[in-house]
């Protein structure tokens, strides 16, 4: 492995803030602008109660739109032009080399050349030339790579958690034909010693080849909360099954088997006539507090009591996300996470 001394941190250590790219005209968030803006307020005024934010917007928006009902205090604008609002997946990667903190740029190709992403590609150099980061924090160009941030999962100790469908998928990094290859090629840029290759699982309806922040998650080196399917005439049932038997063979760095927390696989949505890919996985953990995504069912409940077990000690809150889902993302999907000494 290449640059051990880099490391990629966990999403639950101290974090400076959140980055998130606003929904505008031009984006397919337009039908239902004022839907999704309110969904993107909450989840601002939830943030901003722990820590600070960057946002990704036009500078008429300032005013017209995410001031309308939120503290500026802890909002920091950057005049950005986006194609889309997916900041998980073309925002920056942040990494420590060492006591240096860097921002490291990936390609976002639209997952896969499905959609326009050549102003989302931009944004991370941007947001480094504008002076959003820290003085300190350095870029780096790895834009020969393609990397989504939902992609991958860190214990912040060398682990990373991904699926296979996604990083061997060969819309992104076609020179990579084995998971040796992505290991090496792509993944030991940041520090990774060891990845847990996830084989099975998918959510109908999902654009990102098997993202695994939609499936699995650590919540802290020990402990996994994945997406459970109990319902066995449910399409996701049997893929969903074979995840859960393999996420059961994984053991820690130490050799201990992990603490598997089951999430509820969320109850249909369906949008068009299309089922959505609805799931509890796709949290986001911030200062303090754990903030997760609901759909108007029963389920939301549970759900938030499960991740209560996998974090004791924070606040967890639930966003309405169903205008989200409508456009095949959630929570953690619209926002990137930047470790302390990085604002």
Known sequence: MIKTSTRLPAEWEPQSGIIMTYPHQGTDWQPYLDEVTLCYRAIINAVSR????????????????????????????????????????????????NKTRCVYDYTFNGWGLKFPSELDNRITRKLFDGGVFAPDVQYRDMLGYVLEGGSIESDGQGTVLTTSQCLLAPNRNDYCKSKRDIEFNVLSHLGVTRVLWLDHGYLEGDDTDGHIDTLARFCDAGTIAYVQCNDRSDSHFASLELMEQQLRTFRTANGAPYNLIPLPMAEPVYFDGQRLPATYANFLIINHAVLYPTYGSNLDTVAGERLQKAFPDRHIIGIDCRVLIRQHGSLHCITMQLPDGFL
């Open 50 to 97: 722990y820590e600070r934010i960057v946002i990704v917007c036009s500078a008429s928006q300032e005013d017209t739109h995410v001031l309308n009902g939120v503290s500026r205090s802890p909002i920091t604008f950057a005049n950005v032009c986006a194609n889309d609002t997916w900041t998980r997946d073309h925002g920056p990667v942040s990494v420590f080399e």
